[in-house]
């Protein structure tokens, strides 16, 4: 019989990388079994890429659509908006029900709604605002050529006499525009001390309401009735 020496004798030890799982380990051989390890990734890399596919009949998808977290109804959609000028809308909710996204998703959609669409719309309506103030002024100097010498004439005599500020809200205006008319024809002294004597609303006040968003950009209707009425307490009417 063949006797062992305990002492001398040495454990195995095993060449598997750690992780590797045993379906892809030979102990015998201690290496890899690279056809299976290959075959199973080729396998998993086609599963993944199909993505995953929602069932096609009714109650299959309503389950899936559930589990990611879409809502019952379009109404169940809670939209936190941007600002008060774009409203959670019930049609366009239906539409992105029936699409299935969750309240994320719709969430997403309405604040780039309120990001990029929202400016592109003030600008373009503060373009319209401009055309029609500009035919206003054309109308009332007389034609187009007469407007070109008059304005040519009143942004000289703004640069001259106004700060930079107060000349951009006059310019910014119909109204504005009409009351520079009046100051270079030389009616401003007298329209002035009209104001300094408690005659409404004060020309630093009329400058801080032109300052305001709300009348330069948001074309808010009450903030813009306020500056129109404090042009003709300080300047007469048009």
């Not at 992780?19 to 056809?35: C, E, H, I, S, T």
């Not at 008060?84 to 719709?106: C, Y």
């Not at 054309?138 to 004439?153: K, L, M, N, T, Y």
């Not at 809200?169 to 024809?185: E, F, P």
């Amino acid at each position: 019989m063949t006797e062992t020496n305990l002492l001398e004798a040495q454990p195995v030890v095993s060449a598997k990388p750690a992780g590797l799982p045993d379906k892809f380990w030979d102990d015998n051989a201690q290496n890899v079994r690279m056809d299976d390890l290959i075959k199973s990734y080729c396998a998993l890399e086609k599963k993944m890429s199909a993505g995953f596919a929602v069932p096609e009949d009714p109650e299959g998808r309503m389950k899936v659509l559930r589990a990611l977290g879409v809502p019952e109804t379009p109404d169940d959609y809670q939209v936190q908006m941007k600002g008060n000028l774009l409203q959670p809308d019930g049609e366009v909710n239906k539409r992105l029900h029936a699409k299935g996204f969750t309240p994320e998703q719709v969430q997403e959609v309405y604040d780039l709604a309120a990001d990029r669409l929202v400016p592109m719309i003030l600008d373009i309506a503060a373009e319209f605002q401009a055309d029609r103030e500009i035919e206003r002024l054309v109308q009332a100097f007389g034609g187009p050529e007469q407007w070109r010498e008059v304005s040519r004439q009143l942004l000289a005599f703004g640069r001259k006499n106004l700060p930079p500020a107060v000349l951009e809200g006059l310019s910014g205006s119909y109204d504005g525009v009409m009351a520079l008319h009046r100051m270079m024809k030389g009616d401003a002294p007298a329209m002035l001390d009209t104001a300094k004597n408690g005659g409404g609303v004060t020309e630093a006040e009329l400058q801080s309401l032109m300052r305001d968003p709300k009348y330069w950009r948001e074309r808010d209707p009450a903030t813009i009735a306020k500056v129109t009425d404090g042009f003709k307490q300080l300047y007469g009417s048009n």
